[in-house]
Structure formats: C-alpha cells, structure tokens
C-alpha cells in the first residue's frame, strides 16, 4: 500500500462542482489501495479577495504592521476548502478528515506572509491513515512557536505539499494543476510547444526560477533536496480515467539522467516578464563596490537576480543589475537617496521594460556553440541583448520586453523544440 499525496490548485478547487470532482479522484486512488494525503489550496480569486477586503479595511503600511493579521486572514481560504474537500470525501462514503496546518503541526519560522517551514510533526496523520482515513491539510500555511498562523507566500501549497511528501516519505506527490504538465514553453506564446514526459530536476529548477509558473521555485528546492518525486498532470482529465494511467500521465520530474530521459540539449525555453534593470554609472571601480551596492539592496529586502560590471575607465565604472518590477521603484529610491550619493556615482537609470528569456536543458553540459546559437537566432530577428547570464545548464539574456514573444518563437524554433526527440 503506497502513501501517496495529492496537490490541487485553486483552479482545480474553483467551484463546489471542482471540488466534487478533486473528491471523486481522490477516492478513486483511495479505494485502489492507497493512503491518501491531499494537500488544496483556496478556491481560485479567494485569497485575493480576502487581502482587497483587508486593503478596504486599512491601507498597506510600510513597516509590515498588518503581517500578522494577514496570515491569519489568508489561512481562512485553505482552511474553507479544505473542510469543503473533506464533507465531499465523507459524501462519498469514506472516512476524511481535515486539518489546518497548526493542527499537524508544520512548523515554520516567523516571517509572515514568506514563512519557511522548518519541521512537520507527522504523528496525528499517520495515526489517521493507519485508522483508514483519507487526511486533507491545508496548504500554504503553518505556525511558528509562539502559536501565530504563518503563510509561505503565494504558490506556497506547493511548497506545502512537497514537504509533507518529503516528511512522510511518500512514494510520490502528484500536483495535479490546469495544465496537463510542463512544456517546452508557454503554449500560448508558441503554439507548437511539446509537452515534456520527464524532466530532470535541475532543468524544473532553472525553469522555475527562470519565470516558468508551472510550479513554484520553493516546491522544487524542497523537491531537490529530499529526492520527493514529483509528477505534473491535469485535473481537468475525467476523473475516472483509469488510474495506471493517471500515474503515467503529465510530466515526471525526475532526479536521474538515465537512458529513458529525453535527450536534448535545450529542453525549454522560460521567459520572464517581471524584471527591471537598475544601472548606477560612473561608480569608483574599487575593491569591495559591489559589497556596497548590493549590501545595502539586500537589506533592503529587495532580492537581485542578473548582475553586469562594466570595464574600469579612468578608475570608474558602471554596475547594472535586476531585481522584480514590484521592487524597481523601492531600489531605485534606495539607490538614489542614499548609495548614490555615498558612492559619487554620476547617474541613476533603470528601465522597468525588459524581459529575461533563458534556455534551460541538461545537454548544454556536454555540448559547445549551445549559447552562440542563442545568439546568432536572436540576433537574426534584430534583437539586442543587454545582460547575459550562465550557468551549467541555463543561459539567459535580458532584452527589450517588446520582443519577449518574438525571442521566444525564435529560439524554441532554433533548437527544433518543437519536435519530438529521436
């Protein structure tokens, strides 16, 4: 008898009618002889909805005086659907029951509203699973020691159910979504995308992190560093197709290259539209300036993605970075108020329009000319690129934001991503 834990997202929790078919399924893995464990989220709008009423209330603070109040409010959305889950199992005749995540208890640190979960105390759902019972945990949240309600910040019911995969040490978790797995890019900007049947976790990583929002990055690090299988599949599918089949549907992320894995050298194309770029000129080109640059960011709670440090002239230099479109206002003040004016620096500019596109695949590693062939297909559409940045198994470039799609199309193209490999 295999553990196995379910995720459902909130289009797939949208409605009472969802919610009956997320039950039906359920019950269908239940009655095959598995132990269940099934981590929802809010019903689809819910959680936004409940965060506008507190802006109606009183106006967002500065100095996070509200944070608390907004975890505690935030949870409200798990808690209904999963409770609404539950009566749904128990309508279809098996034994459910629903906990909050201060009831298992998950464990996490207290920054609220980006909570990080530090332990899960597994007892009281294994007590209920060896008792027959189908167990519901709100996603999304936990509770710190002094007993307040924590979120992990949104998209944290991933997190949330990698994490009670990984302490229960289930044989996989399923995060059952409204797309039918992870793709080569966004369909909807290259409708020729193909859908992956497996990708390796350092690829999910990059993809993640690179803009892909088929799951959320923190998912995947958890994913990572406790080896917890991950499958990517649909809950739109009926929910009574046969369950062999469910469990080799969608996308497996897997943690071994082995012969079975696709071979390409560029699996997918990420792109991300929330970037900006903040460049400081004519700073002192000096040991220890980007210390003080970035230092001061950092504290600032602003978090930096790429970085570029021009070439020294006449002992100054010009130092570029991006941070998240929300920030560029906040970072650019920062800059400008205080380190600019500590630093000498000439000028301040930044440009809130661009986009990273990134190419993500394991075979970069032992392939030459992968990042030049980026480069000669975008530079074929007369695209111009303003940062780059490597790794082992990513290269990504900031560009105009008005020739995301176009790059897009280009490099997925390219790297003939559209056709399914030999």
Same mark, same amino acid.
């Given at each position: ?13 949208? *409605? ?6 997320? =039950?039906?399924?359920?019950?269908? +893995? ?18 936004? #909805? ?11 603070? =500065? ?32 034994? =459910?029951?629903?906990?909050?995540? +201060? ?7 207290? %920054? ?18 060896? %008792? ?54 966004? $369909? ?46 649909? *809950?739109?599918?009926? +929910? ?135 480069? #000669? ?43 399914? $490999?030999?």
């Amino acid at each position: 008898m295999a553990l196995i834990v379910h995720k459902y997202g909130g289009t797939s929790m949208g *409605s009472t009618e969802r919610i009956r078919n997320v =039950a039906k399924r359920v019950a269908k +893995w239940a009655r095959a002889g598995h132990q269940m464990v099934v981590v929802p989220s809010a019903m689809s709008g819910e959680t936004n #909805r409940l965060l506008a009423l507190a802006k109606e209330v009183a106006p967002a603070k =500065a100095d996070d005086a509200y944070h608390r109040e907004l975890d505690q409010l935030a949870a409200t959305g798990e808690q209904a659907s999963s409770a609404l889950l539950a009566i749904a199992l128990q309508a279809e005749g098996l034994a =459910a029951v629903s906990y909050s995540g +201060w009831q298992v208890a998950i464990k996490t640190n207290s %920054a609220f509203t980006k909570a990080r979960i530090e332990s899960i105390d597994d007892a009281r759902v294994r007590a209920d699973l060896a %008792a027959g019972k189908v167990v519901i945990i709100t996603g999304f949240q936990g509770v710190d020691d002094a007993g307040n309600v924590t979120t992990l910040g949104r998209g944290g019911s991933d997190t949330s159910a990698v994490a009670v995969a990984a302490a229960m040490k289930a044989q996989e978790c399923l995060i059952y979504t409204d797309v039918d797995g992870v793709y080569t890019t966004d $369909p909807r900007v290259v409708p020729e995308a193909r859908r992956l049947k497996t990708v390796s976790f350092e690829e999910m990583l990059e993809m993640a992190s690179m803009g892909s929002k088929v799951l959320q990055i923190r998912s995947v690090e958890f994913a990572g560093k406790y080896k917890v299988p991950l499958r990517v599949l649909s *809950s739109f599918t009926p +929910w009574d197709i046969d369950i062999h089949e469910e469990a080799k549907s969608g996308t497996l992320i897997s943690f071994e290259e082995d012969e079975n894995m696709e071979q390409a050298v560029v699996s997918g194309i990420a792109f991300n539209r929330d970037e900006a770029k903040i460049s400081l000129l004519g700073v002192p080109d000096t040991p220890g300036i980007a210390y003080q640059i970035l230092g001061a960011v950092a504290q600032a709670n602003i978090e930096v993605d790429m970085i570029i440090q021009n070439v020294s002239h006449e002992g100054k230099t010009d130092f570029s970075f991006t941070v998240h479109r929300n920030d560029f206002a906040r970072a650019t003040d920062l800059l400008k108020s205080d380190i600019a004016p500590k630093l000498g620096a000439r000028q301040v500019i930044g440009d809130a329009k661009i986009c990273k596109v990134s190419i993500v695949g394991i075979g970069m590693r032992s392939h030459v000319g992968v990042a030049s062939k980026m480069f #000669r297909a975008l530079s074929e559409e007369g695209i111009n690129i303003q940062m780059i940045s490597t790794s082992e198994i990513k290269t990504s470039v900031v560009i105009d934001e008005k020739y995301m799609e176009l790059a897009v199309r280009a490099l997925h193209k390219a790297f003939d991503l559209d056709q399914q $490999p030999a």
